[in-house]
């Protein structure tokens, strides 16, 4: 399976010499979604359509964007789990009990009480992340993502018109409906095939200009 990081220019030269590191192993240790629930400092979250969209999150000035992609038969399938908004959005109606200490995630509990409680149990739910790429888009990588993972990179300018087709809602529902969209847009980046039956607005996708986006092959 392949997948993808999306990240700042910024950050290109140190992941090139250290792959990509969760956040708790970094001086900055600087997250996004401030506004909601700040992101998992102890896992790199990578997607199967929303490299773009992530790249564009992690930009701090006008400098390029940065899609990475990864091999994921490269990376040790045991230290990957769900993404906790997948856990949350899929078991709203249950209730959740802990093996280990009993613990319970109730469906009255808030959204971001229950995505708390599901981050803190993350790799007891290691088996579901498969799932968590089927459903929602998105997984995490509970260690540093090697170099020895990455494929190719695309870097694309900060206003590259491809950077403003991708402003996604991380649902289960946006991703059932749009999820071809974005995975399509993906390979557009890329310079890949396309498949014109994949999602209604193909053929937009197609006519997107790539001319300034440069893409650079990993090399072992």
Partial sequence: MLLYHGTSELHLEKI??????????????????KHTITSNSKAVYLTNAY????????????ER????????????????TPDEDCLEQTSRKQSI???NNGSVCTSEMTMKQRTRWFRKRLL????????????????????????SSFTRYALLPFNSAISFACDPCM???NYHIMGA????????????SLDM????????????????????????
């Avoid at 090139?16 to 979604?33: A, M, V």
């Avoid at 490299?51 to 006008?62: D, E, I, P």
């Avoid at 940065?66 to 040790?76: A, K, T, W």
């Avoid at 007891?124 to 170099?147: A, T």
């Fill in 124 to 147: 007891q739910f290691r088996h579901h992340w498969e799932d968590s790429v089927k459903l929602l888009g998105n997984c995490c990588y509970h260690d540093v993502v090697p170099i």
């Fill in 197 to 220: 039956s994949a999602h209604w607005q193909m053929d937009y996708i197609s006519k997107l200009p790539r001319d300034d986006i440069e893409i650079r092959t990993i090399t072992s």
């Fill in 16 to 33: 090139l010499k250290k792959g990509i590191t969760p956040r708790s192993h970094r001086k900055d240790r600087i997250g996004n979604w």
């Fill in 181 to 192: 969209y974005y995975r399509e847009l993906t390979k557009h980046v890329f310079g890949d």
């Fill in 51 to 62: 490299g773009v969209f992530y790249a564009q999150s992690a930009l701090n000035k006008k």
């Fill in 171 to 173: 649902t289960l529902l």
């Fill in 65 to 80: 964007l940065v899609v990475i992609e990864i091999n994921s038969d490269l990376l040790l399938p045991w230290k990957f």
């Fill in 97 to 99: 009990v802990e093996d």
